[in-house]
């Protein structure tokens, strides 16, 4: 069954960076263009970036310059790294094929950012 298993959330303060990983299970990985999006609570989700198969990239302008989306096609890994994050970052980050070929949520990964 293909998964994809979110990691590297936590507890930041403002200002602060962390490094998500989206690990994929399934066979196809290369082939197509990757996500990541997050669902602050009460508010619906929203992407934040994405990345083609050739690398191209493309953000939300709320991340622009803060956050950085790259992939590892070998290891089958997707990245987020996010720098200067304020509070309006805190949700839940989840990573998926960009539609129409989004696979089944994951569980997400929790992004808390507080003092």
């Known amino acids: 069954q293909v998964q994809l298993v979110e990691s590297g959330g936590g507890l930041v303060q403002p200002g602060g960076s962390l490094r998500l990983s989206c690990v994929f299970s399934g066979r196809s990985f290369t082939v197509y263009p990757w996500g990541w999006y997050r669902q602050a609570p009460g508010k619906q989700r929203e992407s934040v970036a994405t990345?083609?198969?050739?690398?191209?990239?493309n953000y939300a302008d709320f991340v622009k310059g803060r956050f950085t989306i790259s992939r590892d096609n070998a290891g089958k890994t997707l990245y987020l790294q996010m720098n200067s994050l304020s509070p309006e970052d805190t949700a839940v980050y989840y990573c998926?094929?960009?539609?129409?070929?989004?696979?089944?949520w994951g569980q997400g990964t929790q992004v808390t950012v507080s003092s």
């Open positions: 990345i083609t198969s050739g690398g191209t990239t």
């Open positions: 998926n094929r960009v539609s129409p070929t989004n696979l089944p």
